[in-house]
């Protein structure tokens, strides 16, 4: 595995590396610099600020490029491995060639990175630059056009928003997050069919609520279906289901619905003859199910969860609930109720 980490100054990147150095075991791999210091790690005079790092970092395993990094990790890839230095896009579609890497971003408001530089800089005894420079220098390092590195942050299957000010807090959030679980590079089954019910959901026409379903037997896809009106009917976002367009309240007026479920059209899709014992549906939220189902495995819950599961322990179908690994934007101090604070170390 290779995690890279990428983000703005004072984020929070070299803490979350030496949370994995220190806690499960990954090593640190350095790119030679060929561009000059960004000016938002500088002090006001011109000074650049490194921050500490509190991780032994192997001083030998620095490579002049990153194809060359990329060359050492893959006949190593089953260790784990971290790098910080991802300048560029360039750099990074060289390294998202490989199916064990996984970009993180690191975030944290402008407002509290500043209060850790400006921290950082005290340390060190240098002049901190104002935030009206320190914002200046930021806008600079995220939005320059061909360097900067929000084109990289809006890469990251992953980003983690870092405001605060506990480490001990952070790395107990950076634990339940799971960074190491390998689904995250290469999908379980039950991720992959989840995914593909969730894509088969975006061809939904129904105005009430999206649905996606996948049918499978033997890891293998049989049909497809999402929630909509009936073949030859106007699509519900057209107007063809007046139930669904009259905004009418959950469980008000079902029997007027036009709209068929997601299991129903994977279910008609198939056909009775390719529905056999071992036969698997995923889906999005789940209500209905048919003989030859062996089991459900279901994401988001619903209304009539509680019913549905009676029916099928009734019909022996085996129902359960699947979260994914979380993905996109976490914000790390909503899980323990942090405050924002200023450690020029985070």
């Known amino acids: 595995m290779l995690l890279g980490l990428c983000g703005g100054i004072c984020a929070g990147k070299q803490t979350v590396a030496d949370f994995l150095i220190t806690k499960h075991g990954f090593r640190q791999l350095r790119l030679d610099r060929t561009e000059s210091t960004p000016e938002v790690e500088k002090s006001a005079t011109n000074d650049t600020v490194k921050a500490a790092s509190g991780a032994s970092v192997d001083s030998d395993i620095c490579f002049a490029n990153a194809d060359a990094l990329l060359e050492f990790v893959t006949s190593r890839w089953r260790d784990r491995w971290l790098t910080t230095d991802i300048w560029d896009e360039d750099v990074l579609d060289i390294l998202v060639r490989r199916p064990f890497f996984l970009l993180l971003s690191i975030d944290a408001p402008v407002s509290v990175r500043w209060k850790r530089f400006k921290s950082r800089c005290e340390n060190k005894r240098l002049a901190a630059p104002t935030l009206e420079d320190f914002v200046l220098r930021n806008d600079e390092h995220l ?204």
């Not at 009418?248 to 003859?273: P, Q, W, Y």
């Not at 048919?290 to 969860?305: A, K, L, P």
Request: glycine share 8%; charged share 25%.
């Open 143 to 346: 939005y320059n056009h061909g360097s900067g590195l929000a084109c990289l942050i809006n890469r990251a299957q992953l980003r983690l928003l870092n405001s605060t000010t506990s480490c001990p807090a952070l790395h107990k959030a950076l634990e339940d997050l799971n960074l190491t679980n390998e689904e995250r590079l290469r999908p379980s089954w039950d991720q992959y069919f989840m995914q593909l019910a969730s894509l088969a959901a975006r061809r939904s026409n129904c105005m009430k609520r999206r649905v996606g379903c996948v049918l499978i037997r033997e890891k293998r896809v049989i049909s497809t279906g999402y929630n909509g009106t009936p073949r030859g009917i106007r699509n519900c976002n057209e107007g063809g289901c007046s139930r669904c367009n009259d905004g009418m309240g959950a469980g008000v007026s079902l029997a007027t619905c036009l709209c068929i479920h997601a299991e129903e059209n994977a279910l008609l899709e198939a056909g009775r003859d390719r529905i056999r014992e071992g036969a698997i549906l995923y889906c999005d939220t789940i209500k209905i199910t048919q003989v030859g189902i062996s089991e459900v495995v279901f994401n988001q819950s619903y209304s009539m969860d509680i019913e549905t599961a009676a029916i099928f322990r009734e019909g022996n179908v085996r129902l359960r609930q699947f979260s994914p690994p979380r993905e996109g934007l976490v914000d790390l101090a909503n899980t323990f109720n942090l405050h924002i604070g200023d450690d020029p170390d985070l």
